[in-house]
Structures are given as structure tokens and as C-alpha cells.
């Protein structure tokens, strides 16, 4: 934001540099970022255009004769197209120093010019302008311009979030007060109304929903006559970087840096029915604001409207229709108070962020400073535009908001800065910042909050203020430190970790990427998910939370393949978004995620490399799950396995409520991102694990008896998986200790739709040594139950 400093000194009498000002205000905990002085060098005087003819070496050029007082005239060759006969203009002779420039006598084109007719640019009264500064007809021929226009500085100061009060001329005037213990002045000016008119007869206004608008105000100036702004207005609006546009619009901008409140100007006579309702849209969802672009709205947006149409986006922007033009003689100024959450909420939502949104947001003053507001604008389009007030105002506030009250204990003040303030140098504090205090007690101040200190909540907020006031130099520096900086690791922190390890020690990176992705991907690779959009997104790419972590990972993967990175293996712990039941949130879920691409073991001076394929993922799955303590998964086919994957996939579950799936990545998916390569992906929902505290590893002794192995070749349907085999050998007996499949053949012998898998089982008991006998037969029910339950036959 920025600030004239002779602005400032309309509200404080401030004696101080302005180098020592901002100094003061970073101290307070108001940073100023910069300080750009305005100074007119000397030589630069009031001159007056005689004649302007074109230059004959140069179609944009011109050369006017130019009177800098007296009998003297001087030829000036200007660029400028707005440079006129007549007009009056800034003038820097011949020896005028703009820092390293000098202006000197020389020819353009074969012309001679004595001088430079300047812009506001170039006289650092303006961030950019269109041609050379027209001054008023009353500014004396051949005087420094330095007469009439003063030293003065531009203060950008950046303002946090919670300092909306300083976002205005007085609100940043408050705060120098305090650091030099001067008093505000009341720079509010009051109009004159006419008596024979009263607004409550004039309009009718109606507001719905008091707690979304609190307090709303108006009053009506009629017989203006719109015409420029005076040039000290618009000097000081361009300097606070808002352009000038008529008197009526420049005062209201002028209202909102002086008192940091917002206003709007309606032209009185487009009202329909001259009545003004302040609602929710309801079934209005299409509303044209002022800069022609048709904003679809929600419901719960809240609308200015007339008798028949809406006419304003509430703390937002006017509408199209009821704007203030070159006809316009009665005009109707609102100053509201509207509930800050609502209009940040609508802000965001369309995109729309506005000065006047910047500042509703972050909370105006709903007391004495929306009158103080109304009534200076009110006074100032009397003074500029020749309009008479109609007497009364309007002032709806049919539930006051009260001010707050918090009690600030002096020791906990002592306990948070370490440092003793007493009491009574507290309440000097406090009181300065206009916080009415009562000292109740030994050890509580009793403090009344203002209602333009949105920030102030609580008593920590008031420990802050006397921190601030006490000086944040002042209070030593703490040599050791009163709390534990140590934090134990939670629970889901130390999962984590267990599963970083685990794939980090496989040979995999861990990367993060974004939630964000786009409408395409994520219907790519989870069409059947309800994804949540976004209501303003960035760019198209992000314009969606994402339901599966496989578009970040394949994108990852795309990127390295581009730069010739091959062999990638890369695992993310994130997050994945669906809508949920509830309207207002989403459904969250935490997800382990895993992509290989290339070749898992590359080639080296004693070994080939090793393709990646299906069952190296599940290797690593199952060695992720043992280090995890989780249990062993279970792999199963599905006929579902959606359009990420290729066939070549498997549905997981496992203890701990974990799901999951992997498998190959489809062609088409692999198209759709422009890879070539094959690739495998797997992700495991990790929610439940990642909470449930694990169990401590338990000692269990080495068996004392020896195992004995017998290997069963089973011909089966080619649809039947080893897993069910395997769980079903090892469900028919407890003396069955393991399982394992190594072998799988498939030819003519065998018949189509037919494949043999050969088991290698181990058995063994904690008891005793098993004989044959005993091992025989359950080898017998292994083989009856097989082709009795599944048609699994021990082949020949």
C-alpha cells in the first residue's frame, strides 16, 4: 500500500523525518518496504504552449513556442500527443538536473530545442502517464512548479493480513501517533444538507440477512455536475495508484485510502423504484459487473439490488447499469459493513479480488468510521460537484456489534516477553492505541477493544500489542529456551518412515508431487472416482484434486524419459481427494504409491540386467510388507481392473484394512502421457496402518525339529491363481508351514485354457519329528481337496 506522507500529516502533526517515520512504523511491526521522495528539481518552471506546429523532419514529432514568462519565448521540440495551443505545462529550461540527466540545448531532427515540456512520469508524480502534465490556469506563468508543489515522499508499506485497519491513511496515521505520542486529529469533514429534503423519504432500504450485513449506510447528493477532479486529488490518487477517472468516482477512491472503507456510487436515477434490498442471490445466478464480464453466482452471494434487478456485487463490484457516467446529476452513496467471511468467499470463488474486496475482507471499522466515511464523501462531492445533501442519513444497524472485552494479566505479559512492564506503563501502552483500560486487581487490566482491530481476540493478541509498543529491540535476546524443543515422533511419522526405509533400501526415490491435476487425467485413470473440483484454479493442469496418485507418478516418469533418465523407480506417500457424503468437505485418503519403468537391475561386468515386470513389483510389495510388520498380502485377479492397467494386474489386500491394486499401465494410458516404455504401478491404501500402533516384535524360537518337503504339480484352469492354491494347502493343516510356487508350464500337452504350477510345501511340527506316514496323509487330502474344490489335478 501506499501512502503520501503529506497525506499522513493531515491526521498527525508529525514533525519527524520521513526517514525517522518509517523507521518508527517498522519498529511498531508495520514494514515499510520503500520510500521514494518527490522532489521538483529546480529549473523545471510554470510555462505556457503559444503555438504548436508539426516538425517537418518527423511525422510525431511537434514544435511549439513555448512563454516562460515576460517577453521571453523559447522553441521546444515535443513527443507528446496530447500538447495543445494554450495549455499550460511544466517546463524544464536548459541546465535542469534529473538526477545523472541534464537537459541541454540540442537539435532533433535539424530543429533546435530549448528545453523538455514534462510529463507527471517524469517529474516522479506518476507511475506511468500519457503525455506531458497539464496544470491548472491559475498557476502563475514563469514560477518554479516547485511553488505549488512541495517536497513530499510516497510510503509503500506491506500490511499483514491481520492489519486491516492499517489499510488507509488513518489507519497508518494511528500507529505514528503512538510511536511519537501525538494526537489523531479528526480530519472528518460534516456537508450541508438541505432541509427541505429528507433521504427517509427519498429510497427504502431493506437488508435480509443482518449477520451478513451488519450496518449499512447512505445518503444522496443531488444537482452534481461531473467534471475532472482538482489536480491535488488527483496527485494524490495516482500516487496511491489508483486512477483518476471523474470527481464523483475519485472521491469515492479517495474515501477508500484516506479512511480505508470502501463506498460505492450508484447514479440515484437508475434505481429502479428507489429502492435498494441487500440479499443472497437466491436464483439469480448470472450478474454483469462493472467490467462487462457475466460472473455466474452461487446462492449464498450476496447481492445489491434495486426494485427490479441486482445492481451490485456486495463488497465486491458495482454492476453494469447503475454506474456513475457524464448524465449522471443524483447520485446515492453507500457505506456498508459487510461480514468478511462472505465476501472473501465470493472473491476467491470468481476470481474477482478488488480494493474494495481487499479490504472488507480483512474487516473495516462498522462504528464511527463508516460515518466519518460517508459524511467526508458526502461533504467532498458537495465542495468539488456543486450538489446539495439531502439532510438525514441513512443508518441501518439493527444489531449493534459490541465491543470486546479481554482481561490482560501484567504477569503473563512478563511470562511471554520476558521482560516486566508494569501496569501502569501497559495501560499507557494500550490507551494509545484508542483501547479504553481499567486496572482491576494486582495482576488484571480490565481492556476494551476497539471495533476496527479485527485482529484483537484474545488476551496473547494484547501481550503482542505491549510487545510491539515496548519495543521488540528492547527485550534481550533468551539464552536458553523454556520449553522441550524436542517432540516426540508420532505414531504415523514413524510409519512413514518404516515405509520410506523399506523402498529406499530397494532401490527406489521418494518424490512429491503435486495434489493438483487435470480434469483429463484423472478421468484417464479413474473414471469411475468422484473427483473434487476446484472453484478457482490456477490453469487447466490443476484444476481438480486427484483421485489416484498414478498421473503424478507417470508424469514424473515422463519428465525423466524426456532427458534421458531411463530406469526409473520412484514411490510417493500421499494423498487422494474423492467427494464425500458431507457437502462441505472432501474425502481423504493416505496412499503408498510405486512406479518402475526400464530395467530394475542394470547391466554390470558380471551380470545381465534384469527387465522390470509384474513380479519384481510384487516382490517388492511383499518385501515392503515385511519390513513393515504388516502381514502378507494377498494378490487376486479381477476382471475389473479399470483402464489403468493392461490385463496384467492383481487386487491386494492385506491386516491393517490395507487395499490396493498393481499392475501393468495400459498402452492408451501410457499414450495419453507420451511414454513408450513399459511400466508397472502399484498403489496401497495406507489410512488405517499409518494410525494403528504396531505390534511390539515378539521372540519365538528356532523350530527344534526338522521339516520335511514334498513338491505337488497341479494342472488347473488357466483362470485359477496360484494364491488360492497356496491358501488353500496351507488351510488344510496346521503341520503346513509354508508354501511356495516355482514353476508354471503351459503347452499342447496340457490342452488349451489349461496351465500347470508346481508347489514346493514344506511341513513340520514344534512337537515332535514327523514321519512319512503322518506327511502322507495330508498329502493325500492336499491332492483330493485341490481337485475336489477347484479342479486341480496332480499331474502325470
Not at 479399470?642 to 492385506?654: F, N, V, W
Request: with cysteine.
Amino acid at each position: 500500500m501506499k501512502i503520501l506522507y503529506s497525506w499522513l500529516k493531515d491526521f498527525v502533526d508529525v514533525k519527524a523525518s520521513v526517514e525517522d517515520t518509517a523507521d518508527a512504523l517498522t519498529r511498531a511491526g508495520i514494514e515499510v518496504e520503500s520510500i521514494e521522495k518527490i522532489t521538483i528539481p529546480q529549473g523545471v518552471t510554470v510555462a505556457k504552449v503559444i503555438a504548436v506546429k508539426p516538425h517537418p523532419n518527423a511525422d510525431k514529432l511537434s514544435l511549439c513556442e513555448v512563454s516562460t514568462g515576460g517577453q521571453e519565448v523559447v522553441q521546444i521540440v515535443c513527443g507528446a500527443p496530447n500538447v495543445e495551443e494554450g495549455m499550460i505545462g511544466a517546463l524544464a529550461t536548459e541546465g535542469t538536473s534529473f538526477g545523472d540527466f541534464k537537459i541541454k540545448k540540442t537539435k532533433i531532427r535539424g530543429e533546435v530545442s530549448n528545453g523538455m515540456l514534462c510529463s507527471e512520469q517524469e517529474l516522479g508524480l506518476a507511475e506511468q502517464s500519457e503525455g506531458i502534465m497539464s496544470l491548472p490556469p491559475n498557476y502563475q506563468i514563469g514560477k518554479n512548479l516547485s511553488d505549488y508543489i512541495e517536497e513530499d515522499a510516497v510510503i509503500e508499506i506491506e500490511i499483514t493480513p491481520d492489519r486491516g485497519d492499517c489499510l488507509s491513511v488513518r489507519g497508518v496515521a494511528r500507529e505514528v501517533c503512538t510511536a511519537f505520542n501525538l494526537p489523531l486529529k479528526n480530519g472528518a469533514k460534516r456537508p450541508s444538507e438541505n432541509e427541505s429534503r429528507t433521504i427517509d423519504s427519498a429510497i427504502n432500504i431493506t437488508i435480509e440477512d443482518p449477520s451478513r450485513n451488519p450496518r449499512y449506510l447512505g445518503r444522496i447528493v443531488r444537482n452534481v455536475t461531473i467534471a475532472p477532479s482538482p489536480e491535488w486529488m488527483k496527485r494524490r490518487l495516482t500516487l496511491a495508484g489508483i486512477r483518476p477517472i471523474n470527481n464523483i468516482v475519485d472521491i469515492t477512491n479517495y474515501i477508500l485510502i484516506e479512511y480505508g472503507q470502501p463506498m460505492h456510487a450508484f447514479d440515484y436515477d437508475k434505481i429502479e423504484d428507489q429502492k435498494i434490498t441487500v440479499r443472497t442471490a437466491g436464483s439469480d445466478t448470472d450478474f454483469t459487473t462493472l467490467d462487462g464480464v457475466q460472473r455466474k453466482l452461487l446462492e449464498n452471494d450476496l447481492l445489491i439490488c434495486d426494485g427490479k434487478r441486482a445492481v451490485a456485487l456486495a463488497g465486491i463490484m458495482g454492476g453494469a447499469g447503475s454506474e456513475i457516467s457524464q448524465k449522471t446529476t443524483n447520485v446515492f452513496l453507500e457505506c456498508a459493513f459487510f461480514e468478511p467471511i462472505g465476501v472473501r468467499k465470493t472473491s476467491k470463488r470468481l476470481g474477482l479480488s478488488t480494493d474494495s474486496s481487499y479490504r472488507f475482507e480483512r474487516g473495516v471499522d462498522p462504528a464511527e468510521g463508516l460515518v466519518d466515511a460517508l459524511d467526508t464523501a458526502a461533504a467532498l462531492i458537495q465542495e468539488l460537484s456543486g450538489g446539495t445533501v439531502d439532510a438525514g442519513r441513512i443508518d441501518i444497524y439493527p444489531q449493534p456489534i459490541k465491543e470486546k472485552q479481554i482481561t490482560l494479566r501484567p504477569s503473563r505479559v512478563k511470562r511471554i516477553l520476558g521482560v516486566e512492564v508494569k501496569a501502569e506503563q501497559i495501560v499507557t501502552y494500550l490507551s494509545s492505541l484508542q483501547m479504553g483500560c481499567v486496572t482491576e486487581g494486582k495482576d488484571s487490566i480490565q481492556c476494551t477493544v476497539p471495533l476496527f482491530r479485527h485482529d484483537i481476540t484474545q488476551e496473547i493478541d494484547l501481550v503482542e500489542e505491549v510487545g510491539r509498543l515496548y519495543g521488540y529491540d528492547n527485550i534481550d535476546v533468551a539464552q536458553v529456551a523454556p520449553v522441550s524443543l524436542v517432540r516426540p515422533e508420532s505414531i504415523v511419522e514413524r510409519k512413514r518412515d518404516m515405509a520410506r526405509f523399506s523402498l529406499t533400501y530397494s532401490g527406489f526415490n521418494e518424490i512429491i508431487t503435486n495434489s493438483m491435476t487435470g480434469e483429463k487425467k484423472n478421468h484417464r485413470t479413474a473414471p469411475d472416482k468422484n473427483p473434487v473440483s476446484l472453484l478457482n484454479p490456477l490453469n487447466p493442469d490443476m484444476a481438480q484434486m486427484r483421485t489416484t496418485m498414478a498421473p503424478s507418478l507417470i508424469e514424473t516418469v515422463g519428465y525423466n524419459l524426456n532427458r534421458k533418465n531411463r530406469g526409473n523407480k520412484f514411490f510417493e506417500i500421499g494423498r487422494v481427494f474423492e467427494k464425500s457424503l458431507t457437502p462441505t468437505l472432501a474425502e481423504e485418503r493416505d496412499i503408498l504409491a510405486i512406479i518402475i519403468e526400464g530395467d530394475f537391475w542394470r547391466h554390470s561386468w558380471n551380470s545381465a540386467p534384469r527387465q522390470s515386470d509384474f513380479f519384481i513389483l510384487k516382490g517388492v510389495l511383499e518385501n515392503f510388507s515385511a519390513h513393515c510388520k504388516i502381514g502378507a498380502l494377498t494378490f487376486s485377479t479381477s476382471e475389473q481392473s479399470g483402464p489403468l492397467y493392461g490385463g496384467e494386474s492383481a487386487l491386494i489386500t492385506g491386516d491393517y484394512g490395507i487395499t490396493g491394486s498393481a499392475g501393468k499401465v495400459s498402452k492408451e494410458v501410457c499414450s495419453f502421457f507420451e511414454i513408450k516404455s513399459p511400466l508397472y504401478y502399484a498403489q496401497l491404501d495406507i489410512t488405517q496402518w499409518l494410525t494403528k500402533r504396531a505390534d511390539l516384535p515378539g521372540y519365538k524360537p528356532l523350530p527344534k525339529y526338522p521339516s520335511l518337503e514334498r513338491d505337488f504339480c497341479f494342472v488347473m484352469p488357466e483362470e485359477l491363481s496360484s494364491t488360492v492354491i497356496g491358501q488353500q494347502i496351507s488351510s488344510i493343516s496346521p503341520l503346513v508351514k509354508n508354501v511356495m510356487p516355482f514353476d508354471v508350464y503351459r503347452g499342447e500337452k496340457l490342452g488349451n485354457g489349461s496351465k500347470s504350477i508346481t508347489f514346493s510345501v514344506s511341513f513340520q511340527s514344534q512337537e515332535k519329528t514327523l514321519s512319512d506316514k503322518e506327511v502322507e496323509r495330508i498329502c493325500k487330502k492336499i491332492i483330493s481337496t485341490m481337485e475336489v474344490r477347484h479342479g486341480a489335478v496332480l499331474r502325470d
